[in-house]
């Protein structure tokens, strides 16, 4: 065995825990991470910040304080704030192939989030069996479950 003080020993177990602690550090990022994460393109960042929602530039939905206020009266406040949470936690699944369809019928909403300085202009398709998202900065199509289009664009905006 080898002799050595107790300071020497003391030594000799730190640096024994601090490279158990690198190599964990090391073997945990590599397990761990999903590498499909990392390219997964998503609509808006995680945790999005919306500022301002217009939809067909009709329906307009601006943050005020903690709450949200429209420029029409045809939503109740607890529908608006469902309407937003329904936006905020949106997570469609993204189409790698593009989407053939006419851009011009499609529902335009724009969104301005509180790290961009423009809007994020989106197209809502309704085809067959599924909700299509169309955004135009980068030509990335997402797709959802139809029942998504009545939380995201409730009928009552539209009534006058």
Same mark, same amino acid.
């Given at each position: 065995?080898?002799?050595?003080?107790?300071?020497?020993?003391?030594?000799?177990?730190?640096?024994?825990?601090?490279?158990?602690?690198?190599?964990?550090?090391?073997?945990?990022?590599?397990?761990?991470?999903?590498?499909?994460?990392?390219?997964?393109?998503?609509?808006?960042?995680?945790?999005?910040?919306?500022?301002?929602?217009?939809?067909?530039?009709?329906?307009?939905?601006?943050?005020?304080?903690?709450?949200?206020?429209?420029?029409?009266?045809?939503?109740?406040?607890?529908?608006? /704030?469902?309407? &937003?949470?329904?936006?905020?936690?949106?997570?469609? %699944?993204? +189409?790698?192939?593009?989407? *053939?369809? =006419?851009?011009?019928?499609?529902?335009?909403?724009?969104?301005?989030?509180?790290?961009? /300085?423009?809007? &994020?202009?989106?197209?809502?398709?309704?085809?067959? %069996?599924? +909700?299509?998202?169309?955004? *135009?900065? =980068?030509?990335?199509?997402?797709?959802?479950?139809?029942?998504?289009?009545?939380?995201?664009?409730?009928?009552?905006?539209?009534?006058?």
């Amino acid at each position: 065995m080898v002799k050595l003080s107790r300071a020497g020993w003391n030594n000799v177990i730190i640096f024994g825990v601090l490279a158990f602690i690198l190599i964990i550090n090391a073997t945990h990022d590599n397990v761990f991470e999903n590498k499909t994460d990392q390219q997964q393109v998503r609509l808006f960042p995680a945790n999005p910040v919306i500022l301002t929602l217009s939809i067909n530039e009709h329906f307009l939905v601006e943050r005020k304080g903690q709450g949200w206020q429209a420029n029409r009266d045809t939503l109740s406040v607890q529908a608006l /704030n469902q309407m &937003m949470n329904s936006w905020r936690q949106l997570a469609p %699944e993204h +189409l790698i192939t593009p989407v *053939e369809l =006419d851009k011009q019928l499609g529902l335009l909403v724009e969104v301005v989030l509180a790290n961009s /300085n423009e809007a &994020m202009r989106l197209k809502l398709f309704m085809e067959g %069996e599924q +909700l299509l998202v169309y955004r *135009e900065h =980068d030509h990335a199509w997402f797709v959802l479950a139809p029942q998504f289009f009545n939380q995201l664009v409730p009928a009552e905006i539209f009534n006058e």
